[in-house]
């Protein structure tokens, strides 16, 4: 039975504030929709500099989505289950990428990896191995900055996992890594799936780090939102195209993880 409380009217101090942040966050998406330009839209999806930048787009979100997850899942187990010391430290430095400005990402990931970098001077010098301006520059740059969200979305799942599970499973001669493969990772499939798209998704709309360590180069480094921003100044229209493309993108996977992994709200 749904409580009194749930029907209660909503005061109107909280009512006006709540609708004016619902059209200040809706109004533009509304104004893209509104502004989109019909008629046009075959011809400037079919471009073809749009099919390059879209399928190098789906490719690299898709590595570094694989990457994170690779990384990302030992890491968010090291944070919610170890107890070493340092863990508030780590999971800090593990969330700056979330409000470290995209560019300044970028130019940190040029000095480590870079030509002349800690690391990248390294590999060119010893195997002649150059990461910026490539495919593997744009994989790297998402991946910094898309990570984090798999790794908080998995901790919270552990967080909120039942340690009792694990405990069984040690009881009965389970050593920590087939714990981890065959109980803790099934109980938090959900969480991992849903930190998976969220860091996909983030992946895909990457701009900043991207431009700053990979560059916008046609077919290599130009993903969408590069070539949105490059249409910006020459062909308005195709750029609310390619925008288009990306609200849709966003949209469809904000539906597929409530409908799947988020749950359904009460009714």
């Given at each position: 039975m749904t409580r009194a409380r749930d029907r209660a009217p909503v005061p109107v101090p909280l009512l006006v504030p709540a609708v004016l942040a619902v059209a200040f966050l809706v109004l533009p998406l509304v104004g893209l929709l509104i502004r989109t330009p019909w008629s046009s839209l075959g011809p400037a999806l079919t471009a073809p500099g749009v099919g390059l930048a879209l399928r190098l787009s789906l490719v690299t979100a898709s590595l570094a989505t694989l990457v994170s997850v690779v990384l990302?899942?030992?890491?968010?187990?090291?944070?919610?289950?170890?107890?070493?010391?340092?863990?508030?430290?780590?999971?800090?430095?593990?969330?700056?990428?979330?409000?470290?400005?995209?560019?300044?990402?970028?130019?940190?990931?040029?000095?480590?990896?870079?030509?002349?970098?800690?690391?990248?001077?390294?590999?060119?010098?010893?195997?002649?191995?150059?990461?910026?301006?490539?495919?593997?520059?744009?994989?790297?740059?998402?991946?910094?900055?898309?990570?984090?969200?798999?790794?908080?979305?998995?901790?919270?799942?552990?967080?909120?996992?039942d340690a009792r599970f694990e405990d069984v499973a040690a009881t009965l001669g389970a050593d920590r890594w087939t714990t981890f493969r065959r109980v803790t990772l099934p109980l938090v499939a959900p969480g991992v799936a849903a930190g998976a798209v969220l860091c996909w998704a983030r992946a895909l709309g990457e701009f900043g780090a991207t431009i700053t360590f990979a560059g916008n180069f046609p077919g290599t480094t130009q993903t969408m939102p590069l070539a949105v921003y490059l249409a910006l100044q020459s062909d308005p229209e195709a750029a609310i195209a390619l925008s288009l493309v990306l609200l849709a993108v966003s949209v469809g996977t904000l539906l597929l993880l409530r409908g799947r992994w988020l749950g359904r709200a009460a009714p």
């Open positions: 990302g899942v030992p890491l968010a187990w090291v944070l919610a289950r170890s107890t070493a010391r340092g863990r508030s430290l780590l999971r800090a430095l593990v969330t700056v990428p979330l409000v470290l400005p995209p560019v300044v990402g970028g130019v940190a990931l040029f000095l480590v990896l870079g030509r002349r970098g800690i690391v990248g001077q390294w590999l060119f010098e010893a195997f002649g191995i150059t990461i910026p301006f490539t495919t593997a520059a744009v994989v790297i740059a998402e991946a910094f900055v898309a990570m984090p969200f798999l790794v908080i979305s998995v901790e919270g799942a552990l967080r909120a996992a």
